[in-house]
């Protein structure tokens, strides 16, 4: 949900609020969301090869909770942010974000990538981890696990674009930020909860990309 209403809203809030140009602001949203899809790859690698799904979403999850703590703080400080002024007035000379608040900026944003990719990774197959598909009932319940899971991402996804935005809109950015990151605490604490009941699987040692890789190492060395 984080994600989705960052991703949303985020050239508004380098333009008005950290005085970005319009064609900045969006290359550093495509940057943000392009490390956001790439390292779901990466991160799926590293949890089934060596710390197991379950890990991966709680490191994740601290991540992102950490990188919107930052963005709120930031957010709510005037010291941590440039002065306000309005980039469209040409005769106004506003000063971009830079230095120690730029840090601030970045690190948060790109925690909040790091946490969401690993999150996109494991989640789904930590769930799917649950059944057991050679049972007909359990393979039964999978499918519906996937239903409802589609079905809450994509509710996430409404607030996120309707909610979240509002929020960053009419009462202010450190309270959006602020919203995320509590909504986040509480899925973690939630996932936390069911930790003696889910099922573990052993880590695979193995990985999907890394067969890939090998067929295409294969087929050039016989070339």
């Known amino acids: 949900m984080a994600t989705i209403a960052l991703a949303t809203n985020l050239v508004t809030y ?12 969006a290359n550093q949203i495509t ?52 002065p306000p002024c309005n980039l469209f007035d040409p005769t106004a000379h506003c000063t971009k974000v830079g230095g120690r608040d730029a840090v601030i900026l970045f690190g948060g944003l790109y925690l909040v990538a790091i946490g969401s990719s690993g999150i996109k990774a494991s989640l789904p197959s930590h769930g799917a981890d649950q059944f057991e598909e050679k049972d007909p009932k359990e393979a039964r319940q999978m499918s519906s696990f996937f239903n409802w899971f589609l079905l809450s ?3 996430g996804s409404v607030a996120s674009l309707t909610l979240i935005v509002w929020i960053q809109d009419n009462k202010g950015w450190d309270w959006a930020f602020g919203i995320s990151s509590i909504g986040m605490v509480v899925g973690a604490l939630l996932f936390i909860s069911g930790l003696p009941r889910y099922r573990v699987q052993v880590i695979q040692k193995s990985n999907p990309l890394i067969a890939i890789i090998q067929v295409w190492i294969s087929t050039y060395c016989k070339n």
Do not use: W
């Not at 990466?42 to 999850?61: C, E, N, Q, T, Y």
């Open 14 to 25: 380098l333009t008005e609020v950290m005085h970005f140009d319009v064609a900045n602001s």
């Open 31 to 82: 940057n943000y969301m392009g490390t956001s899809y790439i390292l779901s790859i990466l991160i799926a690698f590293l949890a089934d090869m060596f710390i197991g799904r379950p890990k991966s979403v709680l490191i994740s999850a601290c991540f992102e909770i950490v990188g919107l703590g930052l963005l709120a703080i930031q957010a709510r400080s005037s010291k941590l942010k440039p």
């Open 153 to 155: 991402g994509n509710i």
